[in-house]
């Protein structure tokens, strides 16, 4: 009995598949790809509905100009850069008279005011589902600069260049983005567990 093809641990074997149109190869991307995108343009719209739409229309651009795919990127960095560029086109169709700079700002962070060492922090606390809540609300407030960068590299794992690649930006410009992103956070998580240790301290007799 002839073994099915594993198309997502080699990437040159499915290339081949989605080029003869094979029906197994596309339904094996999606199923590799698709909620990855979905994330990233979700971060980046805040809109469910929105977010699918970008999803769809990036794999129709697929199978439109697969014939042009050169290969000098991984077909995910391709997606997540056709999945971004559709995001970004759909941002500035809501306003379009802004550019995307004035739509959200200059994309600056202040500095933290709070640093502690969260090793000084009781384990369960950092594993808490409230702490999670805390950090999809801080990521959801970092300026689209900042977030983008923030959610390809941290929650896609994708290495520091292939977020470059993606965004566009320059290698050393998502070094400084993505270190400005994990000072916010750790600014906005700090504050909820300030917080969150001052309510649950036990009223002194």
Do not use: C
């Not at 641990?9 to 909620?35: I, K, V």
């Not at 060492?117 to 999809?136: C, F, G, K, S, V």
């Amino acid at each position: 009995m002839a073994t099915e093809p594993d198309y997502q641990q080699d990437e040159q074997l499915l290339l081949a598949a989605l080029r003869q149109r094979n029906g197994q190869a596309f339904a094996a991307l999606f199923e590799m790809y698709s909620d990855k995108l979905y994330r990233l343009s979700l971060s980046l719209l805040k809109d469910e509905t929105a977010a699918e739409g970008v999803v769809q229309d990036a794999f129709l651009r697929l199978i439109e100009r697969l014939d042009q795919f050169e290969g000098r990127s991984s077909l995910g960095t391709w997606l997540y850069r056709v999945a971004y560029n559709l995001s970004i086109d759909r941002l500035r169709q809501r306003k379009p008279e802004l550019t995307l700079e004035d739509e959200v700002g200059d994309g600056r962070l202040t500095l933290p005011i709070h640093i502690v060492d969260w090793t000084q922090w009781p384990e369960q606390l950092l594993t808490d589902a409230e702490i999670t809540a805390e950090l999809d609300k801080a990521i959801a407030a970092l300026p689209e600069k900042f977030r983008v960068v923030f959610v390809l590299r941290e929650v896609e794992g994708l290495s520091t260049e292939e977020t470059a690649q993606i965004t566009g930006l320059t290698l050393s410009a998502t070094k400084v983005r993505l270190h400005r992103a994990r000072l916010f956070l750790r600014e906005q998580l700090t504050q909820s567990l300030l917080l969150m240790g001052s309510q649950n301290k036990p009223y002194e007799m």
